[in-house]
């Protein structure tokens, strides 16, 4: 009998999330990823001394970040989408193939955070879904793994994943004994 065991929990979710192949050119796509990710390193740096100006950076920097989202033509754009996430990989629906094998970057954005979250992963798995409708465009079940040596990245993953799977469990909590909040 064979037992399937998982590094760590998994969930359903909705997420701003957006993906490219590695190999592409990512200024190509997003000329201003550089000075975003300047603007990331030091509202991270400024957090311990000044939270709330770091705060107030981060969600200003998301607002223009959401703002240039809506407004690009790129498919590679973060929008909402419904994923399953883990601290070891992600999983989400496509109108893009990705070969098995091949590397992607993974941008999120985590409530938690409210930052943006770009983590490299490597395909385990697209498959084509079938089309309900002949007008529908074909759509892909990707899986991914993230790739190792991205620790703070997964842990801040690991820790969106543990408050998700908590709101559940009081959910159910409350749904089957709601007198015990």
């Known amino acids: 009998m064979s037992i399937e065991r998982r590094d760590y929990f998994r969930v359903d979710t909705s997420l701003l999330m957006g993906w490219r192949p590695v190999s592409m050119d990512p200024t190509e796509e997003d000329p201003l990823l550089e000075i975003n990710q300047q603007i990331g390193k030091a509202i991270t740096d400024s957090a311990a001394e000044q939270p709330t100006l770091s705060q107030f950076m981060s969600l200003l920097n998301n607002k223009i970040d959401a703002v240039r989202d809506e407004l690009s033509v790129s ?14 990989g992600i999983a989400f ?69 543990s408050k998700i799977q908590q709101q ?5 909590r409350h749904l089957t004994h709601p007198d015990l909040l």
């Open 75 to 88: 498919e590679n754009r973060r929008r909402k989408r419904r994923v399953n996430i883990s601290g070891s």
């Open 93 to 161: 629906t496509t109108t893009r193939p990705a070969d098995r094998g091949s590397e992607i970057e993974v941008s999120l954005v985590l409530p938690t955070t409210n930052t943006p979250v770009s983590v490299i992963a490597e395909v385990v798995g697209c498959k084509r879904i079938p089309q309900e409708r002949e007008d529908e465009p074909e759509q892909y079940r990707l899986r991914a793994r993230y790739q190792d040596g991205q620790d703070a990245l997964t842990e801040q993953i690991v820790h969106f994943v």
């Open 168 to 172: 559940i469990l009081a959910e159910r």
